[in-house]
């Protein structure tokens, strides 16, 4: 059957000569049946023509397909075949000086906790853009890159509500660093300390300073693929721990010096104690001239649970980036890539309706500010270890200041039964004239050793706050300093709002029902919170 196919599909593309039907071939050339016909006991034997035609017709394809079969074995003998691309290394210079550019756009819903613990759901969408210039050089042990932001500037609205985001020009110098056994980059500027926004607005998936680690490390070639390690699809997602992973990328091909890459898989983590799931795909392409990642095309989409720090996800997200490796830097000189790093890890926090600001340690994360209380809790290692309430209190006449006795009265009402006994008490007063008092409480809350750190600042204009940091006693040794370094970046805003009694000097404190171990918003006059089981 197949060669009676390959035969009616040759002639009948061969014009003007003869066609089949059935078995028969009818010569369109003939001038009687005779010329072509067969007699046989004088009778003419109608097929006779059509097999003979039929069979030449067979013969000339046999001699056609043996002829091109010669041919091609010919040629691939004396035809050299098409050369491999060769085995090379893609590996990125580490003095690349860059401008880069990123938009970020995400869209999907955000999951909390009602009253009843039951999940809702908003919708949210965001989208943010940089544009920077970035050094990378070894300036420094543990400096991965400097860069100098033209922008950065994000809007995220939330059930029609819109907030913006931009980071001060006052701080658009940011050095990008690693920590020994630190899995995320940080990011300071060595400008001044960030705010916990900022720091958040410019901590973006596909971090320039670390893609190209998405390279092998291995020789390979166009069709090669390679897996990647948890370190890094943690610093490229963020993600503070890799529990599981598939991810994987391909060199798809070679065009004028661009190898073009693809990457995807699913990665299973924990982002700020919260577990996430993450299905990722991306393109990128490296320059083999420069050394350096050019372009990153990523699409994800997160499910990620609600934690104690932040919200659940369930997001679709695009990012793109462009770089250019050949701009000047003027203002990432070597001076910049040697910068101070001693602000590293400090926050700067300020509560313009309560008018102070103070310095944190970026492990204090806000959870909550009303206006009256700040709630903060400290993390370390997705673990929370500690819990800070800060508050105004009303303004005392100029001049006037609580005193030190009055002061663990106070203490002594809140916690009540929970308090054990007084460790240190002591009053101090600093250069530019806040007088500090502190008072050191241990006691326990259902069999839990606790210890309270309260405190109580003011200045001779009348102003007040007071705060307090709880925690079990079994971190002290952690923490040991943690309370000290809140009070000692305390400062009252110049232009902060005055606060006048809220209520009559004496109520209770009433319980702040967002944590387990409930802690009580300072009281009016002076007496601080008390944290318990």
């Not at 040759?10 to 003869?18: D, K, Q, T």
């Not at 050094?135 to 420094?140: I, L």
């Not at 990128?284 to 659940?312: T, V």
Request: proline share 5%; glycine share 8%.
């Amino acid at each position: 059957m197949y060669f009676d196919e390959s035969a009616r599909k040759l002639v009948s593309s061969s014009p003007g000569r003869c066609h089949f039907r059935g078995n028969r071939a009818t010569d369109w050339g003939a001038s009687n049946a005779t010329s072509n016909g067969c007699v046989t006991s004088g009778r003419r034997h109608p097929g006779a023509a059509g097999h003979r035609l039929k069979l030449w017709l067979f013969r000339c394809w046999q001699g056609s397909i043996a002829r091109a079969i010669a041919a091609a074995l010919s040629l691939a003998v004396t035809q050299p075949a098409a050369a491999a691309e060769p085995s090379r290394r893609l590996e990125s210079r580490p003095d690349v000086t860059a401008r880069v550019r990123v938009v970020l756009e995400a869209e999907g819903k955000l999951l909390s906790h009602d009253s009843s613990q039951r999940i809702q759901s908003v919708p949210m969408t965001a989208r943010g853009e940089m544009i920077y210039d970035e050094r990378r050089g070894p300036a420094q042990p543990g400096l991965l890159a400097m860069r100098h932001y033209q922008l950065a500037e994000a809007t995220i609205e939330v059930r029609g509500r819109r907030e913006e985001c931009r980071l001060r020009e006052a701080r658009s110098l940011i050095a990008c660093r690693e920590r020994a056994g630190a899995v995320l980059v940080d990011f300071d500027s060595p400008q001044g300390p960030l705010t916990r926004d900022e720091l958040e607005l410019i901590d973006l998936p596909g971090n320039s300073a670390v893609i190209h680690a998405l390279l092998p490390r291995e020789m390979v070639a166009p069709g090669d693929s390679w897996r990647h390690d948890d370190l890094t699809l943690a610093r490229l997602l963020n993600l503070d721990r890799v529990t599981e992973s598939d991810v994987s990328s391909t060199w798809r091909s070679l065009e004028d010096g661009i190898a073009r890459l693809e990457l995807s898989g699913t990665v299973r983590g924990s982002v700020k104690g919260a577990a996430t799931v993450i299905q990722l795909r991306g393109k990128y392409q490296f320059e083999l001239e420069s050394g350096c990642i050019i372009w990153l095309a990523m699409s994800f989409r997160e499910n990620r649970s609600i934690g104690d720090l932040a919200p659940g996800l369930e997001v679709a997200a695009r990012l793109r980036m462009v770089v250019d490796p050949r701009v000047e830097a003027p203002l990432l000189g070597d001076a910049e890539l040697a910068g101070d790093a001693s602000s590293a890890h400090l926050l700067e926090y300020s509560s313009p309706t309560q008018g102070y600001q103070l310095l944190l340690d970026r492990r204090w994360h806000l959870i909550r500010d009303d206006g009256q209380t700040a709630v903060l809790r400290f993390y370390d290692a997705e673990t929370r270890l500690a819990q800070c309430n800060l508050s105004r209190l009303p303004d005392l006449p100029a001049g006037k200041h609580l005193e030190l006795t009055r002061f663990q009265d106070d203490i002594r009402r809140a916690l009540g039964e929970k308090l054990g006994a007084f460790q240190q008490v002591t009053q101090t007063t600093s250069p530019d004239g806040l007088r500090s008092l502190r008072v050191v409480a241990s006691g326990a809350v259902s069999d839990v050793a606790i210890q309270w750190v309260y405190y109580h600042l003011s200045d001779d204009l009348g102003r007040r706050a007071s705060f307090v940091c709880a925690l079990e006693e079994k971190h002290l040794e952690k923490l040991a300093g943690v309370d000290a370094a809140i009070a000692a970046s305390f400062r009252f805003m110049a232009d902060g709002p005055s606060v006048s009694n809220r209520s009559p000097e004496g109520p209770a404190a009433r319980p702040d029902r967002s944590d387990n171990r409930s802690a009580v918003r300072p009281r009016d006059h002076g007496a601080a919170a008390s944290a318990g089981r």
